[in-house]
């Protein structure tokens, strides 16, 4: 068991240009919780999980992590806080031609110097690998340790890309919608597995996910994200099928669900409708 690090956003907005990725978004995250981001594509499910990490400084507002305000520290101690926060990209971000052992080992480079990660890389010592292959027991893929990363499936590398971030002995697991190209049985064994590593380990838990069924079957907190704002953030239990249905609304332009639901009820005349925009 590991301490696990909380998370706190207090009033944060992310601005790209005239976008606001992120709308003034509070919310608390307890250590060794588990939290998943649902809603509508460009919503601010990716500038919320980087701005988690300080991988996305916000405009205004601030993020704290294990109690430090991410802003305040010095940049050695946000990188060692950044080092401990494993982060399963979108892409899951592997290097297709390394091998499986290579790219877990790549998880622990920010906690080193650059000449002792390299070392530790190239030459990895008989205790690492060992490490290495427990972890990818413990995801069910032990016997890829060797094998070259682009030759695995989908399921196997969002595996690999697990271990990697187990292997940085995590406070906290950030997943970025970690099982967008697998079949939906494989997407489902992914999810599960990060869900009871996390529990077991004790680990702060927070995935986005476009799978409802799967945010439903195995997160126990959501958090609804549309147009950079927060829609609701319940207990899952408590959150029926129109609320969800209102956050994915097509149409709906000021990011409230209530509004989403109007919409819905009242679509434009097809007569109306445009598609040269003119
Ligand atoms: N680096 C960037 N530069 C400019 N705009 C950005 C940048 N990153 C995100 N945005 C914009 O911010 C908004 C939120 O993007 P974000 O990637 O957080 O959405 P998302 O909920 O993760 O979407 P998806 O479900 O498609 O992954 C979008 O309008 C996006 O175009
Ligand atoms: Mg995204």
Excluded: W
Excluded at 13 to 28: M, N
Aim: a positive charge; one cysteine or more; charged letters at 25%.
């Amino acid at each position: 068991m590991v301490d696990a690090a909380g998370f706190q956003l207090e009033d944060v907005t992310v601005r790209f240009g005239t976008v606001r990725a992120l709308d003034t978004v509070s919310l608390d995250i307890a250590p060794g919780s588990a939290v998943g981001l649902v809603g509508p594509s460009g919503g601010g499910k990716t500038t919320l999980l980087k701005a988690l990490n300080g991988s996305q400084p916000p405009t205004s507002g601030r993020v704290r992590v294990a109690g430090r305000a991410l802003g305040e520290v010095s940049r050695g101690e946000l990188r060692g806080l950044r080092s401990h926060i494993g982060f399963i990209h979108q892409g899951l971000d592997l290097v297709p031609n390394l091998r499986v052992a290579h790219n877990v080992i790549a998880g622990r480079l920010g906690q080193m110097g650059f000449a002792r990660s390299l070392g530790a890389f190239l030459f990895p010592s008989r205790a690492v690998l060992r490490e290495v292959h427990g972890l990818l027991e413990r995801v069910g893929i032990e016997d890829k340790l060797f094998e070259r990363t682009d030759r695995l499936s989908g399921g196997e590398q969002q595996r690999v890309a697990l271990a990697r971030a187990l292997f940085q002995r995590p406070t906290a697991l950030i997943a970025d919608e970690p099982v967008a190209s697998v079949d939906p049985a494989r997407a489902r064994d992914t999810v599960e597995l990060l869900a009871r590593i996390s529990r077991e380990e004790g680990l702060t838990l927070c995935m986005s996910l476009h799978n409802l069924d799967l945010a439903r079957g195995f997160l126990p907190r959501l958090v609804g994200l549309r147009a950079g704002r927060v829609v609701f953030d319940r207990a899952t239990r408590s959150i029926d099928d129109a609320t969800f249905d209102a956050l994915y609304a097509l149409g709906a332009r000021n990011g409230r669900a209530e509004d989403a639901a109007t919409e819905l009820r009242e679509p434009p005349p097809i007569g109306e409708a445009r598609l040269d925009g003119g």
